[in-house]
């Protein structure tokens, strides 16, 4: 086969397009600090990474979640301390009154107190955060009860507050108004807790000495069932941490997976620039002399 000029000098310029195409792509990469910048880079590598990265925003969208649900817990658990401060202080009203030497004008002003004390207990049971009445379920819009204690929902109404915290597990977040202060009545206008302060009232200003003594064992019930409530939640919480730890650990794993398929090894690359800058010079040079002299070059 004959080796025309024309071969060798298209040969040569093909091979000095790849060349700098290889030049183009090693400072991309550097540039980019990505092995491929484009799907038809690497196909393979590209699926992969769209595989990656969305497992990174899933465990991402997971912790905000897991933020979420905290929001919730915390406040609660503030709430109900503060409620389980408040019935203590009733607890302690109560057995002073029930002592003898307090007479009906003391027992009155106790009363007035324990009133209070109720008014401030409804307002936590109302408690709202981020415009979220949190002890109302689902129904977040609506407040529990009224500021007299009269319930605004029944018992059906309660749907629990559930948020997806890792995939397929769901944690309740909310605490139910009938668990935190007690079952709702028969005639279901309120819940125990506040028919027994009202009771307790009643007995109080009314000097009735048996109804001050069977309020006492009617405020320890009241007062475990909300230490009970606690203890649920706090379950709930140490679950939650076990969850965001875990969270942890996959963040880590799944961004160090994706960095592995998506990432340059610097030192590799900047060593591959450097040869294929030298492979290049020496194909310039090389091409110049390959290059038949044209008729202007004999004539110089």
């Known amino acids: 086969m004959r080796v025309t000029q024309g071969m060798l000098s298209n040969n040569m310029l093909r091979n000095l397009s790849q060349s700098n195409a290889a030049l183009g792509k090693y400072m991309d990469q550097l540039t980019t600090g990505k092995k491929i ?7 393979v590598t590209a699926m992969n990474g769209m595989g990656y990265r969305t497992e990174v925003v899933k465990v991402e969208q997971f912790q905000r979640n897991t933020n979420e649900a905290y929001n919730w817990f ?3 658990d503030a709430a109900l301390s503060q409620a389980t401060s408040a019935l203590q202080r009733i607890s302690d009203l109560t057995k002073q009154a029930s002592n003898d030497t307090y007479d009906a004008d003391q027992r009155k002003n106790i009363a007035t107190e324990i009133e209070q004390i109720k008014q401030d207990l409804i ?3 109302n408690t709202k955060v981020n415009d979220k009445y949190i002890f109302n379920g689902t129904n977040t819009s609506i407040p529990p009860f009224d500021k007299e204690g009269v319930l605004s929902i029944t018992d059906g109404d309660i749907k629990p507050v559930k948020i997806e915290v890792a995939t397929g597990t769901y944690l309740q977040t909310n605490t139910d108004p009938f668990e935190a202060f007690g079952e709702m009545t028969e005639n279901g206008d309120t819940t125990k807790l506040f028919s027994d302060i009202d009771k307790l009232i009643g007995a109080l200003n009314e000097d009735n000495q048996e109804g001050i ?3 006492i064992s009617d405020m320890e ?9 606690r203890a649920d ?7 939650l941490e076990l969850i965001e730890n875990r ?3 996959q963040e880590i794993a799944a961004i160090d997976t ?13 060593t591959q620039l450097i040869t294929q800058e030298s492979l290049h010079r020496a194909a310039l040079s090389t091409s110049s002399k390959i290059i038949q002299p044209t008729l202007v070059d004999f004539l110089r």
């Open 37 to 43: 910048n484009r799907p038809s880079d690497d196909p």
């Open 74 to 76: 915390e406040n609660t």
């Open 123 to 125: 307002d936590i049971a």
């Open 213 to 215: 003594s069977e309020a």
């Open 221 to 229: 019930v009241n007062f475990d069932s909300l230490v009970n409530t």
């Open 233 to 239: 939640l706090g379950a709930r919480m140490n679950r």
């Open 247 to 249: 969270l942890g650990d």
């Open 258 to 270: 994706m960095s592995k398929n998506e990432d340059i090894d610097y030192a590799k690359v900047i």
